[in-house]
C-alpha cells in the first residue's frame, strides 16, 4: 500500500465530506479560486490506498493552477460503506466517481473534470469515463495498466481473499506486517523490515488505523476486480478524449512495457517519473505533480458559460 510522504495538511487545503447525489465522501480539497478556473482534477485512490495517497501533489497541483480534490472512494477509510460485497461492484464504484464529478461541475458549470486514477483508482476512472466521457476534459491513470494485474499479484490477492472471511482485520495486518510480504494493492507490501524502522511512530498509526478503516467487503470486490479486469483498451481509444498514461520506471503490478504498449494503443502522452515504483505520487509528488498539471494546463478547457 502506498505510504504518503507527510500526514499535515498544506496551508489552503481542507478536509470536509463532499455531497453528492449518491452520498458524502471524505474528500482533501486544495479549493476553487479564480487561479485554477478551468482546471480541476478529480484524484481516485487505488486498493488499500486513500486520498493522503496524493497530499504531496496538493501544495504543487494548486500553485500551478489546478484545483485538486482527493477522495475516500466508497469502503475506504474515512468515507466508509456498507458490508456487502455488491455495493462494490465496479459500475457501482464508476457511479459514485460521475456523481463526485457532477457535484464538482455544478460548482463551475461548463468546466468538466480532469479525472486520474491510482492504480485499481484507474480501473474505476475508465470505467466511468466510458459510461459518460463528456462529463470530463481527460483522464490520466498513475501505475494502472490495460487488463488484469500480474501473476505475481495475481498470487498475493488470493492470498488475501483467501484471508479476510477467516481473519479480523487487525490479524491480517499482524500477519502483513510479520511477512514482510504484500497482501496489499497491486504488489506494493504494507512496508519491509527496513522500512518499518523508518517509519515514525505516527505515520505507523496512521497507515494501521488506514487498513483497519477499510471495509473487507470492499477489499474482497475490488481484489477480485483487479485479478479479473478485461483489456478495455481498444472501447477508450475510441473516445475523442486526451490521455495521459503515467507510471514509475518499475511496477509489479503492471510491468512498465506493458504501460508503454497502452499508452501508445490510447494516443495518449506517456510520462515516467525516474526512480519511482508503483506510487510516484507520493515517492516523488513534486516531480509528479509538476508532470500532471504540465499535462492538464495544456488542454485550455474551453469554457461554455
Known amino acids: 500500500m502506498s505510504k504518503p510522504p507527510f500526514l499535515d495538511l498544506p496551508a489552503g487545503v481542507r478536509a470536509y465530506r463532499l455531497a453528492t447525489a449518491r452520498g458524502e465522501f471524505a474528500v482533501h480539497d486544495t479549493g476553487d ?14 486498493f ?11 501544495e504543487p497541483l494548486a500553485r500551478a493552477g489546478v484545483r485538486a480534490v482527493a477522495v475516500d472512494q466508497r469502503g475506504q477509510f474515512e468515507t466508509g460503506g456498507p458490508r456487502a460485497e455488491g455495493a462494490y461492484t465496479q459500475e457501482e464504484l ?11 461541475l455544478r460548482e463551475r458549470p461548463g468546466e468538466p473534470v480532469h479525472l486520474l ?3 485499481l483508482g484507474g480501473l474505476i476512472a475508465r470505467a466511468a469515463v466510458l459510461r459518460a466521457p463528456s462529463g470530463f476534459a481527460s483522464l490520466t491513470v498513475l501505475s494502472s495498466g490495460p487488463a488484469a494485474v500480474s501473476d505475481s499479484q495475481r498470487e498475493r490477492l488470493n492470498l488475501l481473499l483467501s484471508a479476510l472471511p477467516a481473519m ?27 522500512e518499518a524502522e523508518e517509519i515514525p511512530p505516527l505515520m505507523a498509526d496512521f497507515l494501521r488505523h488506514r487498513w483497519l478503516s477499510n471495509i473487507p467487503e470492499q477489499l474482497a470486490a475490488t481484489g477480485r476486480q483487479l485479478m479479473t479486469e478485461p483489456d478495455r483498451v481498444g472501447e477508450l481509444a475510441a473516445l475523442p478524449l486526451p490521455f495521459h498514461v503515467v507510471s514509475g520506471a518499475q511496477d509489479d503490478a503492471w510491468p512498465v512495457p506493458l504501460l508503454d504498449g497502452m ?35 495544456s488542454l485550455c478547457p474551453v469554457r461554455t458559460a
Open 33 to 46: 479560486t479564480p487561479a485554477t478556473a478551468g482546471h480541476t482534477a478529480l484524484l481516485l485512490p487505488g
Open 48 to 58: 488499500t490506498g486513500s486520498k493522503e495517497d496524493f497530499i504531496g501533489l496538493l
Open 94 to 104: 464508476a457511479g459514485d466517481v460521475l456523481a463526485l464529478a457532477d457535484a464538482l
Open 117 to 119: 486514477g491510482h492504480s
Open 168 to 194: 479480523s482485520m487487525e490479524a491480517i495486518w499482524n500477519a502483513m506486517r510479520e511477512l514482510d510480504q504484500s497482501l496489499g494493492a497491486a504488489g506494493e507490501a504494507p512496508y519491509s523490515e527496513r
Open 263 to 297: 499508452a501508445v494503443r490510447l494516443g495518449a502522452r506517456r510520462s515516467v517519473v525516474a526512480d519511482t515504483g508503483h506510487s510516484p505520487n507520493a515517492e516523488r509528488p513534486g516531480e509528479t505533480a509538476r508532470i500532471l498539471a504540465d499535462f492538464w494546463l
